[in-house]
């Protein structure tokens, strides 16, 4: 079973709005983590946000916020006020007791001005 | 602080090819890893240490080897290259499991024909 499933293959948005990428997870581990990271056309992979499983408060970086839904498994990425350096390949990404972190498919951003 | 650095960038092997991938750190990191990244997919885990002298598998770990003789270095090693692992691969390191972000290498492009 896919541990962390991202829907949105691609998306558009336009410059200076806000755009929310989906992310749910499957796990049955109570301690875990979730992280957010971005992979420009270039081709590293960018750290961009970090929820725990026991984190009460939703994580937010700058621009970058993710609403956590522990009911629903789901740890969105919202940017705010998008920019055009905003275009890139978005990863989820969940780790839990055993070290590892596995990675959902990705969704494409594409940052219209 | 170089971070984590991977050699070669690039690579063309031929079928039946051996080759090791370098990685090193130097941010005394305890927990390195391995990934691939397939085109257009996410990341999955090839092996991982917690410590210099312990390794262990992670999604994908055959046709692949890894050693850690110490806390800086994590090859990889390919030992008879087949075109099924032409792929990104991606070095990373963690201080710890529980929350820290993983920083990732620029990544080695290998190419099997």
């Known amino acids: 079973a896919q541990k962390i499933t991202q829907t949105q293959p691609g998306m558009f948005v336009q410059e200076k709005e806000a755009v929310t990428l989906d992310c749910t997870y499957d796990?049955?581990?109570?301690?875990?983590?979730l992280f957010w990271y971005k992979q420009p056309s270039s081709g590293e992979m960018i750290f961009l946000i970090y929820?725990?499983?026991?984190?009460?408060q939703n994580a937010t970086e700058g621009r970058y916020s993710l609403n956590f839904q522990k009911a629903r498994k789901s740890a969105n990425l919202v940017i705010s006020a998008s920019q055009l350096g905003d275009s890139a390949m978005y990863f989820c990404?969940?780790?839990?007791?055993?070290?590892?972190?596995?990675f959902g498919a990705g969704t494409t951003v594409t940052v219209r001005a | 602080n170089a971070g984590v650095t991977q050699t070669p960038k690039f690579r063309i092997l031929k079928i039946g090819q051996s080759m090791t991938l370098q990685c090193t750190q130097d941010?005394?990191?305890?927990?390195m890893y391995w990934y691939r990244q397939d085109p257009g997919m996410g990341l999955k885990l090839i092996y991982y240490?917690?410590?210099?002298?312990?390794?262990d598998k992670g999604e994908v770990p055959n046709g692949y080897n890894v050693s850690r003789s110490t806390t800086e270095d994590f090859p990889l090693r390919l030992e008879l290259a087949a075109p099924s692992q032409t792929s990104v691969y991606f070095c990373?390191?963690?201080?710890?499991?529980?929350?820290?972000?993983?920083?990732f290498g620029p990544g080695t492009r290998l190419t099997v024909l």
């Open positions: 990373a390191s963690s201080y710890s499991f529980s929350g820290d972000e993983q920083f």
């Open positions: 929820q725990g499983s026991y984190d009460e």
């Open positions: 990404a969940m780790r839990e007791s055993d070290y590892k972190l596995s």
């Open positions: 240490s917690v410590g210099a002298g312990i390794t």
């Open positions: 941010m005394n990191h305890n927990y």
């Open positions: 796990t049955s581990d109570q301690s875990y983590g």
